[in-house]
C-alpha cells in the first residue's frame, strides 16, 4: 500500500532545515520524506548514506535504490519499502512495527536489536540476510527466498514462516512460540534454547534435528510423528508420553 510522500505538511522544510549544515554522506536527527531521500541519494558522494536517528514513519520509500545505506536509531513505523533495493543494508536498533519489506532485495542486510513487530517481508530477496536481537513478532516471511537467512537471539512469535529452511542451522534462542512452521525444514538443526511452544508444525521435518534444550510445551500428540529421528531428553519423552495420559515413573 502506498503512502502519501509527503504525509507530515512541514516534513520537507523541516528535513531542508536540519540537514542544512550536514555532511551529505551522514543524514542525523531529520524527518525525512521521499523527495528528501530522493535529492540526498543523488547527491551522495558514495552513493550510500548512513541515517542516524531520522524519523521516516508512514513514509513512501517503496522502489528507490537504497543499496548500502546504514540506518542507526532510525524510526520507519509504517513506511512502505515495498520493492526497495536494500541489499547490503545495516539497520541497528530501528523502530519499524508494520513497516513493509514485501519484494524487496535484502541480500546481504544485516538487522540488530530492531523491532520488527507485524511487518511485512513477502516474497522478499532474503538470501544470506541476518537477524540478531531482533522482534519479529506477527512478521510475514512467506514465499521469500531465504537461502543463507540467519536468525540469533530473535523473537518470531506468531510469525509466518511457512516452508522456510532452517536445515543443518544452529538455532540460537529463537522463540517460534504459535508461529506458523507448516512445512519448515529443521533436518540437522541444532537448538540452543527457545520454543516450539504452541507452534503450528504441519509437514515440518524434523530428521537429524538436536531438540533438547528447545521448549516443546503444548506440542500436540498429532505432532510426535513429526519428531521421528529427531533428539529430545527424557523430560520431553515424558511430557510427549503425557499426552497420552500414561505416568512416567
Not at 60 to 82: H, K, Q, V
Not at 112 to 137: F, H, M, Q
Amino acid at each position: 500500500m502506498h503512502k502519501p510522500s509527503n504525509p507530515h505538511p512541514a516534513r520537507t522544510l523541516a528535513a531542508q532545515t536540519a540537514l542544512r549544515d550536514q555532511p551529505l554522506d551522514v543524514i542525523s536527527d531529520a524527518a525525512l520524506g521521499r523527495d528528501d531521500v530522493e535529492r540526498l541519494l543523488a547527491g551522495a558522494s558514495g552513493g550510500a548514506l548512513r541515517f542516524e536517528q531520522c524519523d521516516f514513519e508512514f513514509t513512501d520509500l517503496s522502489r528507490l535504490d537504497l543499496r548500502g545505506c546504514e540506518f542507526y536509531r532510525c524510526a520507519l513505523a509504517e513506511t512502505s519499502l515495498f520493492g526497495a533495493s536494500l541489499a547490503g543494508t545495516r539497520w541497528v536498533r530501528c523502530r519499524a512495527r508494520q513497516a513493509d519489506f514485501a519484494s524487496a532485495d535484502l541480500v546481504d542486510a544485516a538487522f540488530e536489536a530492531c523491532d520488527l513487530n507485524s511487518t511485512n517481508w513477502r516474497r522478499a530477496k532474503l538470501a544470506s540476510a541476518v537477524y540478531t536481537g531482533c522482534k519479529l513478532t506477527g512478521a510475514n516471511f512467506e514465499e521469500s527466498a531465504t537461502l543463507g537467512l540467519s536468525f540469533v537471539e530473535t523473537l518470531l512469535v506468531g510469525a509466518h514462516l511457512r516452508g522456510l529452511s532452517f536445515r543443518n542451522a544452529t538455532l540460537r534462542q529463537l522463540d517460534f512460540s504459535d508461529a506458523d512452521l507448516e512445512g519448515a525444514d529443521f533436518r540437522d538443526a541444532v537448538f540452543d534454547g527457545g520454543s516450539l511452544k504452541d507452534a503450528h508444525l504441519k509437514r515440518a521435518r524434523f530428521d537429524g534435528a538436536d531438540l533438547r534444550s528447545v521448549d516443546l510445551s503444548g506440542v500436540r500428540l498429532s505432532d510426535a510423528t513429526l519428531f521421528r529421528g529427531a533428539t529430545i531428553s527424557y523430560e520431553q519423552a515424558a511430557m510427549l508420553v503425557a499426552e497420552l495420559g500414561l505416568k512416567v515413573m
